[in-house]
Nanobody, 122 residues
Framework: QVQLVESGGGLVQAGGSLRLSCTASGLTVNDYTMAWFRQFPGNEREFVAAITWIGNRVVADSVEGRFIISRDSAKNALYLQMNSLKPEDTAVYYC????????????????WGQGTQVTVSS
């Protein structure tokens, strides 16, 4: 049984940083494309960043230069380092996994975590 568990969300002031973690069980993060999505109230989930099984990284234009995706094979975990946070980054952040190359489409990811809330105050 696959489980993805996010942690690290919280309340931070604009300009601050947070590091989200996603701990995986039932799958090996190095064998999947792992991604972060976020969801604003009333909206569908939006792609944030992904790292493919061979280590290629892709980030959305909206977070380019501020967010960094990484993984730790020893801990079987995925991370999202978020710097220079803005109030418009406030959302629920989700970890997701799929076989094959990266996709920005949420429906192409088969495993999802429960989400962690990130709130950025101005």
């Amino acid at each position: 049984q696959v489980q993805l568990v996010e942690s690290g969300g919280g309340l931070v002031q604009a300009g601050g940083s947070l590091r989200l973690s996603c701990t995986a069980s039932g799958l090996t993060v190095n064998d999947y494309t792992m991604a972060w999505f976020r969801q604003f109230p009333g909206n569908e989930r939006e792609f944030v960043a992904a790292i493919t099984w061979i280590g290629n990284r892709v980030v959305a234009d909206s977070v380019e230069g501020r967010f960094i995706i990484s993984r730790d094979s020893a801990k079987n975990a995925l991370y999202l380092q978020m710097n220079s946070l803005k109030p418009e980054d406030t959302a629920v952040y989700y970890c997701a996994a799929r076989r094959g190359t990266y996709s920005m489409t949420q429906n192409e990811y088969i495993y999802w975590g429960q989400g962690t809330q990130v709130t950025v105050s101005s």
